[in-house]
């Protein structure tokens, strides 16, 4: 039999980062994924943004995510022979009052790493008119179906991938066995799923249902992502990903012509250009109701730990709080920050 330290259960964001985290620190890892399962990943855009529009702050921890998260895609860029990650600057059309705020953080030395200017007219043809365009630095986007079939393809060739379904209810699960492999630790980064799985209903889940467009705009500039409650994300060949929506109901990963067509509405008033729709995705996005990711170990169960929740951060948060969960499992003193253990879903 062979005998491993960790078993991780779920090949998304979470789980591959987490997988690269134990197996480039030479820690015996193997990913049980079931193919069969959606993953938000794959439907993701992808995209980083430093900043949040609609109170104008930093997003949560960007100072200390940003340069661990650069790193790791690097790294990795480099272990894969692919590129995958990609700076681009992003354009925020203002109002009036946005633009006054903007002005004001611009002076601020906090925001300075992610504001690069504030013009009068769009750097780039087709934009509406607004009264003013904020340019961000620090945005970019990760090419999420790329970077997880480059994965996929180095854990099949480093026999690391198992692609099958995992059970709690296995009668081999308590004695720490699957398929004739005995682990040590077994981490839990099945996304969404887990807000059904059985040790783990404690965690206050939130999960939201997100749909997103490719379109083809032959005339719209790649030089930039433009957001304003829509994003436009260049992918290459005048293509560019569009979207999201949000939904709390209807949780399947079945595209629907109401989300379509509230993105081509936003869209429409953001960009004046002609623009074919190719695809139509949507995903279901893994979201804490305090929309923190959840790390930690269960209380009843000394070797089952949990990655998960990166919601629509993921991106940003993955590379960092896979080395916080690399520590977790290898290091029984290491406390993790409050914000993020799964402690603080135990019912007092």
């Keep these: 039999m062979k005998k491993i330290e960790v078993l991780i259960v779920g090949q998304g964001l979470a789980g591959t980062l987490l997988a690269f985290e134990l197996h480039l620190a030479g820690v015996s890892v193997r990913i049980v994924n079931n193919p069969k399962k959606s993953t938000a990943t794959r439907v993701a855009a992808g995209m980083v943004n430093p900043l949040v529009f609609k109170r104008m702050t930093k997003s949560w921890m960007v100072d200390e995510l940003l340069p661990v998260m650069k790193k790791r895609y690097r790294v990795l860029e480099e272990l894969l022979r692919e590129r995958f990650y990609f700076d681009l600057p992003m354009i925020k059309p203002l109002s009036e009052q946005e633009t006054a705020l903007w002005q004001e953080r611009k002076t ?10 504030i013009c009068e007219s769009s750097p780039v043809d087709h934009v509406f008119k607004s009264n003013a365009y904020g340019i961000v630095k620090g945005s970019g986007y990760l090419k999420t179906g790329l970077f997880l079939d480059a994965a996929k393809r180095y854990f099949q060739q480093k026999e690391l991938l198992i692609e099958a379904d995992f059970s709690v209810q296995e009668d081999d699960f308590e004695n720490r066995v699957f398929q004739n492999i005995q682990f040590n630790k077994i981490v839990f980064c099945e996304g969404h799923y887990l807000k059904t799985h059985p040790l783990f209903d404690f965690i206050r889940l939130q999960p939201a249902k997100g749909e997103v467009l490719q379109i083809y705009a032959p005339d719209l500039s790649e030089e930039y992502i433009i957001n304003r409650r829509v994003f436009v994300l260049p992918i290459g060949d005048h293509r560019f990903k569009v979207g999201s929506t949000y939904e709390w109901k209807d949780l399947t990963d079945i595209p629907t012509e109401e989300g379509k067509n509230s993105i081509v509405d936003r869209l429409k008033d953001l960009i004046h250009v002609d623009f074919s729709i190719e695809q139509h995705w949507a995903g279901v996005r893994p979201t804490v109701i305090d929309r923190r990711p959840v790390l930690g170990k269960n209380p009843q169960h000394e070797h089952v730990f949990v990655f998960n929740g990166l919601g629509t951060k993921g991106v940003m948060l993955a590379p960092y709080f896979a080395k916080q969960m690399l520590w ?7 406390i993790l920050p409050k914000e993020v253990n799964l402690q603080r879903f135990y019912k007092s």
């Design 108 to 117: 601020d030395e906090r925001f300075a790493p992610f504001i690069n200017e």
């Design 328 to 334: 977790t499992l290898m290091k029984g003193n290491h």
